[in-house]
């Protein structure tokens, strides 16, 4: 159990694809634009890691050497395909504000990364916490950065008018350059985080900083 702790964690924070890995930049900050679109991309590329790590992680050792890319792209679309046709049956909107990057989802970097990576190396029992802490861990830096965004952005949370009819929307933060910023930010703020689990309070005579 706490090696499970240990490798979501993982994923979570201390290799946060985003914040730390910076693998799959171009669709987070496309969709990022509401926190709907981003909990939708989140989510979706969760699943297909997921399930793309677990088939890897059971058939890795029928699958020729040779040929092991190709049969993980066959995967990984295969679970895209299945999260694309789902979301245009029963969230036909989300579907259509998010457009071609859920079909993109099969040429991302973070799931091929990780199954190239990890799932084609590792135990079984490793797979699960690994595919969910990075799923998750992308999840959640793409609500965030959707919540910052949409709020000053558009003044509204997942739609919802929450500042008032007096807000004067900030479009900047609805625009490419507002999200970059917006994403620098969080960078900064998973790398302290990271610190600060790593290694205790940071220590600023380490960091040659003075009083």
Known sequence: ?????????????????????????CSSLAVTTSVSNGLGMGLSMTFVLLMSELVIGIFKKLIPSSVRIPVFIIVIAAFTTVIDYVLQAYFPALSESMGLFIPLIVVNCIIMGRVEAY??????????????????GYTWVLAAISLVRELLGNGSILGINVLGNNYIPILFFALPPGGFLVFGLFISFGLFLKARLNSGPINRDKMGCCS
């Open 119 to 136: 799932a084609s190396k590792q135990p079984l029992i490793n797979i699960i916490p690994d595919g969910l802490g990075m799923g998750l």
């Open 1 to 25: 159990m706490k090696n499970f702790w240990k490798i979501f964690v993982n994923g979570l924070v201390n290799e946060n694809p985003l914040l730390i890995l910076m693998i799959g930049l």
